[in-house]
């Protein structure tokens, strides 16, 4: 009972009647004159909960859960009744049993919708919440009467399904046989590849401002076969000729520094202040950025297992599992230490060889290979190989031309080739499965390249029939549920 009602109580010259019709405007909607718990003028909703109910999911059978989980939100002040967590998309909400709970053996009747006539709620009563529905609550003296409104909700997307948007879909000359993409603050770079015979001929750098809508041609700096691209700290780096620049505007160019194709084979990006590149011994290599023009390569830490000792000196000893081709760095955040972060390199490796002879393995089983560490300023941290569970016949990433692979909401997409063939890895790359989520409905074309934003997914793809890319942004349903 409210201090207000209990204040207003004390005065004896106050008509119960008076008292009554005074204090259902607040909380309790009541005027207790304390005689008994079976004569009490208390009329209120103390507690609801959901029985169980029936979904009927688009694409698949019915089936029933229990929703007394669902917590019902009771705002006394404003007479409502609501559950804040909705139910599971597609339940019934025209058969919902409730069991309530009052004050003092209330009853509570439901007002009648639709020609229906009102009806007592007893426990499991079955209640039509397709519409709000009126509670009315009367004190067990029969003497107060108050209103609820009681909403019960159901989620009207199923929050595991991708919603997509075409953002650009446009006849190019070139053919997009193979792409890279990433963003660079708000700024989506893409580099294509022209291809003859699975070489390389020729590259082109392209960015969009309006996330995939428009594109422009990177200018300032020259783009040939060679060219290799990556970002570090907000900055977009292109390797060409020989030469090293980097941008923040995407209008003006840092001077250019030498980049010794004898020493760096794959220029891959960098983080903290640190370029990282593969040598060409296929041994990942880093340098610091530095202001004269000039880069310290020098080959970063393995973990010891890739380590011989010889001569009293430990030398890195090159493994089939060393990356070798279609590189994809990737670097996020840890989530325990927002200052410490993971990298990954997800690349193909030179040899076809099975790295783990089991017997039971199909011997078809060539895999992609996966190498993380963490970069923590302070304390050095080595690369280290994520290895393939011997008995992990099924959930690895396969070698696949032209491998693809960025970090999305935590986790690790890869594309495979074809239209519709994604991996995703919810361990840091340890396993792998086919990527569960549903393709653009207008998507025809082949992915080339993938990138990750706010929560967004895009997909570029090329039609080679039409001759036309595709740009396409989604996103998961329960990603954007506030």
């Known amino acids: 009972m409210s201090k207000i009602t209990r204040y207003l109580m004390s005065f004896k010259t106050l008509t119960i009647a008076a008292l009554a019709a005074f204090v259902c405007g607040f909380s309790s909607c009541s005027t207790d004159d304390d005689t008994s718990a079976l004569n009490s003028d208390i009329a209120e909703i103390v507690g609801m909960t959901l029985g169980t109910v029936t979904c009927n999911p688009a694409n698949a059978s019915s089936y029933t859960y229990s929703a007394s989980g669902y917590k019902m939100t009771i705002n006394a002040d404003n007479s409502l009744i609501y559950n804040a967590d909705s139910l599971v998309m597609g339940t019934d909400l025209k058969s919902v049993p409730v069991t309530l709970t009052t004050t003092n053996y209330g009853s509570v009747k439901v007002q009648g919708i639709n020609g229906e006539e009102s009806y007592f709620i007893e426990t499991g009563t079955i209640v039509d919440f397709t519409q709000p529905r009126v509670f009315t609550v009367t004190s067990s003296s029969g003497k107060v009467s108050c209103d609820y409104t009681v909403k019960v909700v159901a989620h009207q997307q199923s929050g595991t399904q991708y919603r997509w948007t075409c953002m650009s879909d446009e006849a190019i000359t070139v053919p997009l046989q193979d792409a890279k993409a990433f963003f ?79 020493i760096v084979k794959e220029f891959l990006g960098g983080v903290n202040g640190t370029l990282y590149a593969v040598n060409i011994n296929d041994e990942i290599i880093i340098s610091p950025e530095l202001n004269n023009g000039t880069y310290t390569w020098k080959t970063d830490q393995y973990e010891a297992a890739f380590y011989k000792e010889v001569g009293g000196t430990k030398v890195l000893q090159k493994t089939d599992v060393f990356p070798y081709k279609d590189y994809n760095f990737i670097v ?13 390199i997800i690349a193909n490796k030179q040899s076809d060889k099975v790295v783990n002879e089991d017997p039971k393995r199909n011997q078809n089983f060539v895999t992609a290979v996966v190498w993380s560490k963490l970069i923590d300023p302070t304390e050095a941290q080595p690369w280290g190989y994520v290895d393939i569970a011997w008995n992990n016949h099924y959930y690895y ?12 909401n935590n986790v690790l997409i890869a594309k495979g080739e074809g239209v519709s063939k994604l991996y995703s890895s919810v361990d840091q790359g340890a396993t792998w499965k086919s990527a569960q989520l549903t393709y653009p409905e207008g998507l025809s074309a082949n992915i080339v390249a993938l990138a990750s934003k706010d929560k967004m997914l895009y997909l570029i793809g090329y039609n080679t029939t039409t001759m036309k890319r595709q740009v396409w942004r989604g996103y998961l349903e329960k990603d954007m549920w506030k």
């Open 332 to 344: 996020t955040p840890t989530r325990a230490n927002s200052e410490v972060k993971q990298a990954f």
């Open 397 to 408: 990433l396969p070698k696949v031309n032209g491998l693809k692979a960025i970090m999305h």
């Open 184 to 262: 660079v603050g708000n700024r989506l770079v893409a580099m294509q590849s022209e291809m003859s015979a699975g070489t390389v001929t020729g590259r082109l750098v392209k960015y969009s401002e309006d996330f995939g809508k428009t594109w422009k041609t990177l200018s300032g700096v020259a783009v040939d076969a060679s060219t290799q691209i990556g970002e570090m700290d907000g900055k977009l780096y292109v390797a060409t000729a020989g030469q090293l620049y980097h941008t923040s505007d995407f209008a003006s160019w840092s001077a250019p520094a030498a980049l010794d194709a004898t």
